[in-house]
């Protein structure tokens, strides 16, 4: 061999064992840090899911959990027994906040809505409000033209 192709390739492995190097960096879990003893819970309750999530007074979301995450499929992730597990599953991850209290914030019509709510209760926190946001229409769409036969 010459001597170029000699430091051709060990130039290349110089490359390709720095880039391994780089690549494995750990993942760092966020610390928390801060104390939110009140926050908001917003449930939404649809015919398919529950979705909740917890948030501070600003807005900033601290965890949020659905029963898809947990584990359920199909028509069973619009339960209220998923809801509950749903709840329990936000609580673990939710822990370090140290969150008391919460209002509650409950948009949709599924059945997982009063279960969500139950579990809430359930898990250790105070519930302070209960707020239905759920939207309405006021006449809504325009409705599509009679049908002529």
Same mark, same amino acid.
């Given at each position: 061999?010459?001597?170029?192709?000699?430091?051709? %390739?060990?130039?290349? /492995?110089?490359?390709? +064992?720095?880039?391994?190097?780089?690549?494995?960096? #750990?993942?760092?879990? $966020?610390? =928390?840090?801060?104390?939110?003893?009140?926050?908001?819970?917003?449930?939404?309750?649809?015919?398919?899911?529950?979705?909740?999530?917890?948030?501070?007074?600003?807005?900033?979301?601290?965890?949020?959990?659905?029963?898809?995450?947990?584990?359920?499929?199909?028509?069973?992730?619009? %339960?209220?027994?998923? /809801?509950?597990?749903? +709840?329990?599953?936000?609580?673990?991850?939710?822990? #370090?906040?140290?969150? $008391?209290? =919460?209002?509650?914030?409950?948009?949709?019509?599924?059945?997982?809505?009063?279960?969500?709510?139950?579990?809430?209760?359930?898990?250790?926190?105070?519930?302070?409000?209960?707020?239905?946001?759920?939207?309405?229409?006021?006449?809504?769409?325009?409705?599509?033209?009679?049908?002529?036969?």
């Amino acid at each position: 061999m010459t001597e170029k192709s000699i430091n051709k %390739t060990e130039g290349t /492995a110089k490359a390709a +064992t720095t880039a391994k190097v780089g690549t494995a960096k #750990a993942k760092k879990k $966020k610390v =928390v840090d801060r104390q939110v003893p009140r926050a908001n819970a917003y449930i939404q309750a649809t015919y398919n899911n529950t979705i909740i999530t917890i948030a501070d007074p600003n807005g900033n979301v601290l965890g949020w959990s659905s029963a898809g995450v947990v584990g359920f499929k199909g028509p069973k992730k619009a %339960t209220p027994y998923a /809801a509950s597990l749903v +709840t329990k599953d936000l609580m673990e991850k939710i822990a #370090a906040y140290a969150v $008391k209290e =919460v209002s509650v914030f409950v948009k949709g019509i599924g059945g997982g809505r009063e279960g969500a709510i139950r579990a809430l209760h359930i898990n250790g926190l105070n519930v302070v409000s209960i707020n239905d946001v759920t939207p309405i229409p006021h006449n809504g769409c325009r409705p599509p033209k009679r049908r002529r036969v």
